[in-house]
């Protein structure tokens, strides 16, 4: 749902409170309104459970509650753990839901965005978590650059399974050749896109065919990363946009998943890497000062032409992270701050 002016009651724009005509004038020209003017670009996002009952409600909030045009569909397995009664609690606010047997999850997902029309495309699984900035955040970078076709998070936040705090992790980017060579997320590789993070334009979906290859039962957005880098870089964001929740169910599938990036990855190398675009987008809040002295931070988009500029960083990165704690211990020892 889009934020409109107070002095509003519509949706149309057109019922205004008594006597409020001048000052809701002042309030659509006024810069800050720039914020809260619906926007056209309408997000699809498809939530796939099967007996989540005890994380279903909290992640579909976590959607219901964003601030932008939404159409967000629920597809569950044929659940008998409530997770049915869950979702009908709130289906006056859902596109479409239903609950029956399937495929599994990515046939769930395939199926639900066929009920989709929106620009933006995203799943969420019901385990997980949108924040609260997470979808505003991914319209205003999709309309500042329409050049972006995909994006994703550099900060991948985590939870326990109730839900608190558990781990912040952090790299320096991503692009298709790097994922070409099993750098991001490859077999014995950890440096993963985090699937909960990635959105995309449906020109980019159509473009792979409008599905997800039910081949990969469980590393099918691995899948889909490989088809999309084909078309185009990620832009890879400084902000989290969403937590994935560790719980026994997700550690399940971890063995089939690897053994399913291993097969994706062999397919992928089959191919020319000079298939793969090169280069890296890398989208950074940015501070602009004026002559004044005035500031303002934005979204700006920064575009590599080759990964050098990627592979020394995250060389610098990944050094910087194993020297830190014994660096702090030495520097600490000699400056006396702690007695061992």
Same mark, same amino acid.
């Given at each position: 749902?889009?934020?409109?002016?107070?002095?509003?009651?519509?949706?149309?724009?057109?019922?205004?409170?008594?006597?409020?005509?001048?000052?809701?004038?002042?309030?659509?020209?006024?810069?800050?309104?720039?914020?809260?003017?619906?926007?056209?670009?309408?997000?699809?996002?498809?939530?796939?459970?099967?007996?989540?009952?005890?994380?279903?409600?909290?992640?579909?909030?976590?959607?219901?509650?964003?601030?932008?045009?939404?159409?967000?569909?629920?597809?569950?397995?044929?659940?008998?753990?409530?997770?049915?009664?869950?979702?009908?609690?709130?289906?006056?606010?859902?596109?479409?839901?239903?609950?029956?047997?399937?495929?599994?999850?990515?046939?769930?997902?395939? /199926?639900?965005?066929?009920?989709?029309?929106?620009?933006?495309?995203?799943?969420?699984?019901?385990?997980?978590?949108?924040?609260?900035?997470?979808?505003?955040?991914?319209?205003?970078?999709?309309?500042?650059?329409?050049?972006?076709?995909?994006?994703?998070?550099?900060?991948?936040?985590?939870?326990?399974?109730?839900?608190?705090?558990?781990?912040?992790?952090?790299?320096?980017?991503?692009?298709? /050749?790097?994922?070409?060579?099993?750098?991001?997320?490859?077999?014995?590789?950890?440096?993963?896109?985090?699937?909960?993070?990635?959105?995309?334009? /449906?020109?980019?979906?159509?473009?792979?065919?409008?599905?997800?290859?039910?081949?990969?039962?469980?590393?099918?957005?691995?899948?889909?990363?490989?088809?999309?880098?084909?078309?185009?870089?990620?832009?890879?964001?400084?902000?989290?946009?969403?937590?994935?929740?560790?719980?026994?169910?997700?550690?399940?599938?971890?063995?089939?998943?690897?053994?399913?990036?291993?097969?994706?990855?062999?397919?992928?190398?089959?191919?020319?890497?000079?298939?793969?675009?090169?280069?890296?987008?890398?989208?950074?809040?940015?501070?602009?000062?004026?002559?004044?002295?005035?500031?303002?931070?934005?979204?700006?988009?920064?575009?590599?032409?080759?990964?050098?500029?990627?592979?020394?960083?995250?060389?610098?990165?990944?050094?910087?992270?194993?020297?830190?704690?014994?660096?702090?211990?030495?520097?600490?020892?000699?400056?006396?701050?702690?007695?061992?």
């Amino acid at each position: 749902m889009a934020l409109r002016p107070p002095c509003l009651k519509s949706a149309d724009n057109t019922e205004f409170k008594g006597g409020q005509r001048l000052e809701c004038l002042f309030w659509i020209l006024s810069p800050v309104s720039l914020w809260f003017i619906p926007s056209d670009m309408l997000f699809s996002i498809v939530t796939p459970s099967f007996n989540q009952s005890s994380y279903l409600l909290a992640t579909m909030e976590s959607v219901l509650s964003q601030e932008v045009d939404l159409e967000y569909v629920v597809m569950d397995g044929g659940s008998t753990d409530g997770s049915r009664e869950i979702i009908e609690s709130r289906s006056k606010r859902l596109s479409y839901w239903e609950s029956g047997k399937d495929a599994g999850q990515y046939d769930a997902i395939n /199926r639900g965005f066929k009920k989709t029309t929106g620009e933006i495309m995203g799943w969420l699984n019901s385990s997980d978590l949108y924040l609260p900035w997470t979808l505003g955040t991914v319209r205003l970078i999709f309309e500042t650059y329409p050049e972006i076709q995909w994006l994703t998070s550099t900060m991948k936040a985590c939870l326990t399974p109730d839900g608190t705090f558990e781990n912040l992790w952090s790299n320096t980017g991503f692009s298709a /050749r790097r994922f070409y060579r099993g750098q991001h997320g490859g077999p014995g590789n950890t440096d993963f896109l985090q699937q909960e993070s990635c959105f995309w334009r /449906r020109s980019l979906w159509e473009k792979i065919g409008g599905s997800i290859d039910l081949r990969h039962a469980s590393a099918g957005d691995y899948w889909l990363w490989s088809r999309f880098f084909q078309h185009a870089n990620v832009a890879s964001v400084e902000a989290p946009l969403a937590a994935f929740r560790f719980h026994d169910a997700a550690k399940s599938v971890h063995s089939r998943y690897e053994a399913e990036v291993a097969e994706i990855t062999r397919e992928m190398q089959a191919l020319p890497e000079s298939s793969f675009p090169d280069g890296s987008l890398h989208v950074i809040r940015w501070r602009d000062t004026d002559a004044a002295g005035n500031s303002r931070t934005r979204w700006k988009l920064e575009k590599r032409a080759t990964e050098s500029f990627l592979d020394a960083s995250t060389t610098v990165d990944h050094l910087i992270k194993k020297a830190r704690w014994p660096a702090t211990k030495i520097l600490d020892r000699l400056l006396g701050l702690t007695r061992f």
